[in-house]
C-alpha cells in the first residue's frame, strides 16, 4: 500500500493590505454612486457637498482637527493603560509606509463619505436640526466599529472624532475636510507607533 505524502495543512489567510484596499475601493465607488443619485435627484446639492467658497476656513479646520485628534490620541495612548486600549493602529506598523497610506487613505474616504456625505446629509434632510444629524451619525459610526466595544473606553477614541467630523463638515459644507482630517489623524496615530515615537502604557 502507498503511502500518501502529507499534504500541508491549510491555514486561513492572512490579512493582507492589498485585499484591504480593494474592498474599502468597492464600497467607496458604491457611496460615489449613491451620493451622485441624490445630487441628481435634488436631495441635496453639489454645494453642500463640496463647498469652496471659505478657503481659509477650509484649510484652517483639516490643521487644527487633524492636529487636536492625533494629541487627543497621543494623550489616551499615554496615560489610558494598555488593556483598556485597542492596538489597531499598533498592529499595522510592520506594513510598509505605501501600503499603510494606502490603507488609511481609502479607509478614511470610505468612512466619510458613507457617514458624513451619505447618512449625515440624509438625516438632516429629514430631522433638520444639525447636531441631531452629527449625533445620530456618531451612533451609527460607533456601531460600525463593533470591535471597540469590548474594551468601552476606545469608544470615546471614536465618539470624539466623530462628533469633529461631523461638526467641521456642517462648518464647511465640503467633504474633503472631514476625509482629510480622517486620513492625517489615523495616518499620524499609525506612524507614531511604527517608529516607536510613542507605546502603550504598561
Not at 474599502?24 to 446639492?45: E, K, P, Q
Not at 466595544?149 to 467641521?168: D, H
Request: with cysteine.
Amino acid at each position: 500500500m502507498e503511502h500518501i505524502k502529507d499534504q500541508p495543512k491549510k491555514t486561513k489567510k492572512d490579512f493582507s493590505s492589498k485585499d484591504a484596499v480593494f474592498v474599502f475601493s468597492s464600497f467607496t465607488f458604491i457611496c460615489v454612486a449613491v451620493i451622485f443619485a441624490l445630487i441628481v435627484y435634488d436631495v441635496f446639492t453639489i454645494h453642500k457637498f463640496l463647498s469652496f467658497d471659505q478657503p481659509f476656513r477650509i484649510v484652517l479646520s483639516i490643521v487644527l482637527s487633524s492636529f487636536g485628534l492625533l494629541l487627543f490620541g497621543v494623550i489616551l495612548t499615554m496615560y489610558i493603560p494598555s488593556n483598556y486600549m485597542d492596538e489597531t493602529n499598533k498592529s499595522y506598523q510592520n506594513y510598509s509606509l505605501l501600503a499603510i497610506s494606502s490603507f488609511m487613505f481609502i479607509a478614511a474616504l470610505f468612512e466619510e463619505l458613507l457617514f458624513r456625505g451619505i447618512i449625515q446629509n440624509l438625516l438632516l434632510v429629514f430631522i433638520e436640526h444639525k447636531w441631531a444629524a452629527i449625533i445620530i451619525t456618531t451612533l451609527l459610526f460607533l456601531g460600525f466599529h463593533i470591535q471597540y466595544f469590548k474594551k468601552p473606553i476606545m469608544l470615546l477614541n471614536i465618539a470624539i472624532p466623530s462628533l469633529i467630523f461631523g461638526w467641521i463638515y456642517f462648518e464647511t459644507n465640503n467633504i474633503i475636510v472631514p476625509f482629510l482630517a480622517h486620513f492625517l489623524m489615523n495616518l499620524g496615530m499609525t506612524l507614531l507607533f511604527k517608529y516607536n515615537l510613542i507605546s502603550l502604557k504598561k
